[in-house]
């Protein structure tokens, strides 16, 4: 082991990004759900029964049909919320946006060759099944869609090839634009009608809704991180706070991988 007693600059502590990027987003107004187990609230036997944000101010929860079937998984970097294929295993963190018409949200995950992950994210209100749309991001094995269930915004993108491991899925939101990046690869851009997003909306993780059906909409992933900023179109920028946090979600994932 070398051992250096001189003080380093930040840049060359391999932590220095994850608390850059906390920071950030804390500054942001924004939520962290981060794959260390120290944030994660369990049971004796491994069933999560609730993941604390970084910043400590919020705690994403078990979504109603999950009935202690997710559960705590260590991987080689860290730890996340193991999704079981047609089994609800999905969070939700209750009411994260005051205004859905312009946000970013990210997940890092692991997804074993061949499995699809299905349902990552979700931006949805009540989700109690009423008629109220909702935006959803899915891996379907080769390809990732974002689509809102009213049909007025969609992008349908190819997963970037060559990526092993972890994956890190950035999407952006700003009213009738979106966007997307898979793992530092191309920006997928689409147009359409901006989705009629209720307010306030809260953020569901491996699922889409408190709905105990939609089986076929659940797939099988170990979900490390998700990350949320209101009001802020990462992939879309219009100011130059866009573009920063871009860079630091690109630096933690360079660094994770």
């Given amino acids: 082991m070398i051992r250096v007693e001189d003080d380093l ?20 107004g924004g939520h962290w759900l981060h794959g260390e187990a120290r944030h994660f609230r369990c049971d004796a036997g491994g069933v999560v029964l609730g993941w ?11 979504t109603k049909p999950n009935e202690g079937h997710g559960r705590l998984a260590t991987t080689e970097t860290g730890s996340g919320l193991q999704l079981r294929l047609g089994v609800h295993c999905g969070l939700v963190l209750p009411q994260a946006l005051t205004d859905a018409s312009r946000f970013s949200m990210a997940v890092l995950y692991r997804v074993d060759p061949g499995a ?3 349902t990552l994210l979700t931006i949805n209100g009540d989700g109690d099944g009423g008629s109220a749309p909702y935006l959803f991001l899915a891996d379907y094995g080769d390809s990732f869609l974002v689509k809102d269930t009213s049909d007025g915004l969609a992008l349908s ?14 999407v ?5 634009r979106v966007a997307l990046q898979d793992s530092g690869g191309p920006v997928h851009r689409g147009e359409g009608l901006p989705p009629a997003l209720p307010n306030p909306a809260s ?6 809704s408190h709905r105990s059906g939609l089986q076929k909409t659940l797939g099988e992933a170990v979900i490390e991180d998700v990350l949320l900023w ?5 992939l879309l920028p219009q100011t130059a706070a866009d573009a920063a946090q871009r860079l630091k979600l690109a630096r933690y994932y360079l660094w994770r991988r």
């Fill in 203 to 208: 953020l569901f993780v491996g699922a889409r």
């Fill in 9 to 28: 600059p930040e840049a060359a502590l391999l932590d220095g990004c994850t608390a850059d990027l906390a920071a950030a987003v804390a500054a942001a």
């Fill in 52 to 62: 604390q944000t970084v910043e400590g101010a919020s705690e994403a929860l078990p």
């Fill in 157 to 170: 993108a190819l997963k970037t090839p060559g990526v092993a491991g972890l994956r890190c899925v950035l």
């Fill in 172 to 176: 952006s939101v700003d009213r009738g």
């Fill in 116 to 118: 699809e992950a299905r």
């Fill in 230 to 234: 209101p009001g802020m179109s990462l």
